[in-house]
């Protein structure tokens, strides 16, 4: 893991902590030369599951990059979505009907990618949910 987070270090700065929990921990970086933002995710675990999710791409989940893999960790680097949260859009009042589908179309199209992969998502909730 030493020589990925040098690569990390030396071609991306950092620009914000999005999550930080014992074993998680989720922040934004930027490329230094090309200024495109990513996220790195960095987690105690396996990396089975983001390995499948980077062999294929789907318009309605974040691209996958980069899976590094050492003795105790996991460290992804994906697309960064430039967007706002259900959550957020929820905070000013509830979606009317048309705005509702589309949302819930767009999360059951990505779940369906997902089970279609033998991967089952286990935190769906309006905060992870990227509007952009």
């Not at 929990?21 to 933002?37: F, M, P």
């Not at 987690?43 to 390995?51: A, C, T």
């Not at 989940?61 to 460290?75: A, G, Y």
Request: with cysteine.
């Amino acid at each position: 893991m030493h020589d990925f987070d040098t690569i990390l270090t030396e071609q991306f700065s950092f620009v914000k902590a999005l999550k930080q929990k014992e074993n998680k921990k989720l922040i934004v970086l930027r490329h230094n030369v090309t200024g495109n933002k990513v996220v790195k995710l960095t987690f105690d675990g396996e990396d089975l599951v983001y390995r499948i999710l980077q062999a294929f791409s789907h318009p309605n989940l974040p691209e996958i990059f980069s899976v590094s893999q050492d003795e105790s960790e996991c460290t992804v680097i994906e697309e960064y979505i430039d967007g706002i949260t259900v959550a957020d859009v929820l905070q000013g009042g509830l979606y009317n009907e048309k705005g509702a589908r589309a949302v819930a179309s767009g999360v059951c199209c990505a779940l369906d990618a997902l089970h279609k992969k033998n991967i089952i998502h286990r935190d769906i909730k309006p905060e992870n949910v990227m509007l952009d």
